[in-house]
């Protein structure tokens, strides 16, 4: 983590303070369009279930994240080009990701995550992990290949601390991962998710 990218450096046109959004690039895993009505609808039962108030992030925005790639007051193009030869390296077999805990994971500011996630380990899912991070360390995006990896969909941000709770299953078939470009800053549930680059699983 202490290694720099000092030939990747964001190309700023403006401080980050003076807009009104910030870009992220991520790896994530995304349900297909077809499962995320029943997934909205489990969701927003839950939050009147446990009377919670936060907005619910936009069906658009679902997901579990693999490896974050930094925020950016202008996305790199260099770092979004690394990103997509890193994850054409990986050939890992699709499966199915299985969600059937809720719970908030608590954080250091005025509301918190309320997620989704496994209550087992999916093998498969570890081993896509540590392929796209042993793809990372391979690469000039190395100092994001951390090895700490809780899995998980968050849900909505809520004042209200939960604790864990089983939860109809939330199932679907995982088939590619996914290069996500996140514009953030335009509210609870306003984020705005482009997908730059998709890869098929085996």
Known sequence: MS????????????????????????FALVPAIA?????????????????????LLSPECLHVSLFGLGVYSRLPKEIVATAKAVGAEVSVSAFDMILD?????????ATHAFVLYPSDEIVALTELHKALKFALRRSSLKKWATSSFTP???????????SQHVVETVRWRVSELVLVHSLRGRGPGRNEHIHLARWPLR
């Open 3 to 26: 290694e720099q990218l000092s030939f990747l450096e964001p190309e700023v046109s403006r401080p980050a303070a003076e807009r009104d959004w910030l870009d992220a690039l991520f």
């Open 101 to 109: 805990r809720a719970m908030t994971f608590p954080r250091h500011q």
């Open 152 to 162: 998980h969909m968050t849900l909505l941000y809520d004042e209200q601390i939960v």
């Open 35 to 55: 499962d995320l009505p029943w997934i909205v609808d489990l969701v927003k039962r839950l939050r009147a279930e446990l009377g919670l108030r936060g907005e």
